[in-house]
């Protein structure tokens, strides 16, 4: 019975099988969970089955290598997919017929590279015109802006001037991360000797596969885990020696946006006090100018300042999302690290999310952290990319020449991995 436990958690593209079956939920990453999910749907080889976003939470090499056994199940035991998901490409590359829902009614139905390239309901369209593309998401922002692009699109093209102009905010170096197995004197690596720095106006994102140890490296950046060695640095001071004071000033400055709109926000509290809460912590303002700083975050997100009084549970997660980001802005951050920040979002609401953060950042020049496993997500917000595999990074470079001239076969697994890449989506 272990075996073949272990063998399915392996079909899953679970590392260390043997090992992992004899863990609990708690001490996998959400990709980690979602692949023993998987490994239940499978253990009965069935007739049906239903996968409803079951890899919206994985890395992209995973997500193949998992929708490939799905094939598989297809090809040889007959099994038949229902497959739900917000994801376009993947829906090109591996469906074979579509059914468009807006609204609890269906709009469009088809082959799916007829309803792809050649949308005919309003809603389709939308969500065609809203899949991320090869363009920078900066550049379109402020071209909507109304802004002189000139300069970002010579930085686009060369990957270099406003970089290098730039400021060192966040520095990490040599950083590991141990951690205890459980029930087993050996240690875990998470994090292996990482070095990299965020640059003052830009996005660093740190890509790689579900447990490569990202977003172990964002925890220790906000210090909500001390490293094992190394050091992380914030403004050229060493954060392990924050106390009182100083910490307090570092938590106001450096903010996280979590991957789980469902989970960030108290469901107790309404959406005034959860974004009023850190002005209180940080006892900024009395009462009255606090709520008009809430109804300014509010505007800020494009939120109506008629939700204040709502609650979690009657808000979308996208809408959720958009106020987990007002509650981030709301101490005027020079950092935000986003951890998967929009992974959990449709593609209509990611894409305003992105340039939401695009928006935020061409304004008030804040640097982001940008953890995630969608490296389409990562060709529209990032400037630089750190590419992380088993705790370790394995390339580091800007945007363009880690799509365009990758020096690592990881990378370019990565690259080839990415559902649809290959696939032209378009409007008549």
């Known amino acids: 019975m272990g075996d ?11 590392p260390q099988a043997s090992v992992r079956a004899r863990q609990f939920p708690h001490e996998f990453s959400g990709g980690m969970r979602q692949r023993a999910l998987i490994a239940i749907g499978l253990a009965c080889r069935p007739d049906l089955l239903i996968a409803d976003e079951p890899t919206s939470a994985l890395d992209v090499t995973v997500q193949k290598k998992i929708l490939d056994h799905l094939h598989t199940l297809t090809d040889e035991l007959g099994t038949a997919v229902l497959f739900i998901t917000h994801d376009l490409g993947l829906a090109a590359e591996r469906a074979q017929h579509i059914v468009v829902m807006y609204k609890g009614r269906v709009v469009e139905s088809g082959p799916s590279l007829d ?14 015109a809203a899949a991320p593309s090869l363009a920078s998401q900066r550049i379109i922002s402020a071209h909507e802006r109304g802004e002189n692009t000139e300069g970002l699109l010579e930085h686009q093209a060369k990957g270099e001037s406003v970089l290098e102009r730039s400021e060192h905010i966040i520095t990490v170096e040599h950083l590991t991360k141990e951690f205890k197995l459980p029930r087993n004197k050996e240690m875990f690596k998470a994090v292996d000797d990482v070095s990299f720095s965020v640059k003052r106006g830009t996005t660093l994102a740190i890509v790689g596969e579900s447990g490569s140890g990202k977003s172990t490296v964002a925890n220790m950046v906000l210090k909500l885990l001390e490293p094992t060695d190394g050091t992380v640095t914030y403004e050229g001071k060493d954060i392990s020696g924050f106390r009182g004071k100083e910490l307090l000033d570092f938590r106001r400055h450096v903010q996280p946006v979590f991957q789980n709109p469902y989970g960030s926000l108290d ?8 974004i009023e809460e850190p002005l209180r912590i940080h006892h900024i303002g009395e009462r009255k100018s606090r709520e008009s700083r809430v109804r300014e975050l509010l505007d800020m997100v494009k939120m109506p300042a008629s939700v204040m009084q709502r609650y979690p ?12 980001i007002a509650r981030a802005m709301a101490l005027n951050p020079d950092v935000i690290i986003c951890d998967e920040a929009v992974s959990a979002l449709d593609v209509l609401v990611q894409n305003q999310v992105l340039e939401l953060l695009n928006d935020l950042q061409a304004e008030r020049s804040l ?3 940008f953890i995630t496993h969608d490296l389409a997500v990562v060709r529209q917000i990032a400037d630089e990319v750190v590419v992380m595999q088993h705790g370790r990074l394995v390339e580091h470079a800007t945007t363009d020449e880690v799509f365009n001239h990758p020096q690592r076969q990881y990378t370019r697994d990565l690259l080839d991995a990415i559902p649809g890449g290959n696939l032209t989506l378009g409007l008549d």
């Open 267 to 274: 469901p107790t509290y309404s959406i005034f006090r959860s």
């Open 367 to 369: 640097s982001y952290l």
């Open 4 to 14: 073949r436990i272990a063998g399915l958690l392996d079909e899953a593209g679970l």
């Open 313 to 324: 549970s009657e808000l979308s997660g996208g809408q959720r999302q958009r106020i987990a």
């Open 115 to 128: 309803v792809l390239q050649h949308p005919q309901h309003p809603y389709t369209k939308r969500l065609v």
